[in-house]
């Protein structure tokens, strides 16, 4: 390649080849999060076409560029091309006032375009507004994707970016670069869905073990089912609260590497996989009895509700995560038909609202050595860690007493030949609470402690004592 061709104009795609992301799609994201009745107007605006909904878009939100995932190669090699003195223009799709916000946030280009209310600047429309910049000359052009074919065949220079690299094979007439090769999509999907997270569906098999029907093939089989399709249920609302997480989680320490956040999963795929998810445990939910299938409905509607709105609310989010673990066990419950006991309510939502606190405390823990005084996207600050130990404390030993009461309780000395010895499971039980509130204060738990106890090899024992004690008492 010669000088000159290496100094030719270049233009620069922003969405997916400037930054691993879509303002239009963030923008959607940050609107429907804010109000989720825009929900209803979104596909009037689409009636007028896609420019006129990016339009209206870009009204009503503002975003944040400083936390913005830039394909990190490809942002050094525009830097140099700058030093070096060479033009460079930003030409995207995304509306053109978000654009331009983002051109100054860089200071790298020269000038920046974007799409109108009545353009959609993609494609063939992109390519007329280059030449028209251009003057009907020579250019170079970096992209990231199938609209830009039609760009990269009349530019005499390709660069492809965060793209396979056969999509811009053999186009072009001059000198190919490729910068940024993404993930493969299923592997950061996967990801995404935090298959390690089902371990908290687990819950569903305990009123199986608590009403001692394990020789039961058909229950077994119904409680596999509903662990299935809880699993597949959480895992749509995972991706969502990613989705409308974005900024936030990009802000957090841990939580700024998950797929979406981080750019390694383009976002489109979250718009996909989400329905599909939950069409898909509704389906298998449908082999189970009814009940079942509207206690998943209420689950996903209340982690819906914490996704858009209750995570923001003091003691409100940590009630609400408390009420989805004992929804768990109340969905187990009804897939085998067998009541679930105020005692095992009471229980569940006493010690996951404990548990819930321990995961505020952990995370409160972390910003406030980076200088930070709160959660991004939470109503907590680090002052306010003593009461939510407080109250912690106070609903794990809520927890104990509940399991005592129901130790002594008529109806569980007639499940077991030998009652007094659940006893035992009310010390082990304090001790392992305690320890974990003693190594969240300490700054050595993990943000979610249910995960830490399954990870953790006292925990693992004092579990298993746990149940070796309950299976001796029967």
Known sequence: MNNNESLLPLYVDLD?????????LESLLTLVK?????????????????????HQLSRRVTLSFDSLPFNREFLAFLEGEKRRGRSLT???????????????????????????????????????????????????????????????????????????????????????????????????????????????????????????QLDRSDLVWHSLIGFVSFCLCASSVYLLNDLLDLNSDRQHHSKKHRPFASGALDLYYGFVAIPLLLLAAFLIALFLPRPFLLVLIA????TCA????????????????????????????????????NFLIAFSLALFLSLALVKRVAELSKPSVAGQSNIAGRAY?????????????????????????????????????SPMVLWAICP????????????????????????????????????????GLAWVAI
């Open 16 to 24: 997916g080849t400037l930054i691993k992301s879509d303002l239009t």
């Open 34 to 54: 804010r109000n989720v009745l825009y929900v209803l107007l979104l596909p009037i605006w689409l009636l007028r076409g896609r420019a006129f909904l990016k």
């Open 90 to 212: 930003l030409i995207s799709a995304s509306n053109a006032a978000l654009v331009e916000q983002l051109r100054a946030s860089t200071d790298l280009f020269d000038a920046a375009y974007g799409s109108d209310e009545k353009t959609n600047l993609r494609g063939s429309n992109k390519l007329r507004r280059i030449r028209e910049l251009n003057a009907g000359g020579q250019f170079a052009y970096a992209g990231n994707s199938r609209a830009d074919l039609p760009l990269w065949a009349a530019a005499s220079e390709v660069i492809s970016v965060n793209c396979d690299r056969s999509l811009a094979r053999g186009v072009g007439q001059g000198e190919q670069r490729n910068f940024d090769t993404p993930v493969a999509p299923l592997v950061a999907l996967w990801r995404a869905m935090r298959p390690h997270q089902w371990l908290k569906n687990g819950l569903l098999f305990l009123p199986l073990l608590l009403s001692h």
């Open 299 to 302: 689950y996903w509607a209340l």
């Open 306 to 341: 914490y996704s858009l709105l209750l995570k923001q609310l003091l003691i409100v989010d940590v009630l609400t995560l408390a009420a989805l673990y004992t929804l768990r066990v109340v969905a187990g419950s009804e897939a085998i038909g067998v009541v679930t006991t």
């Open 381 to 417: 600050s680090d002052s306010q860690i003593v009461p939510l130990t407080v109250v912690g404390l106070i609903a794990a030993a809520l927890a104990v007493g509940v399991l005592a009461f129901y130790v002594t309780a008529p109806d569980t000395t007639g499940l077991y030949s």
């Open 428 to 467: 082990l039980l304090l001790f392992m609470l305690a320890r974990i509130w003693w190594l969240t204060r300490m700054g050595k738990m993990d943000e979610d402690p249910v995960l830490f106890a399954a990870g953790d090899r006292l925990s693992q024992l004092l579990v298993l004592a746990c149940a």
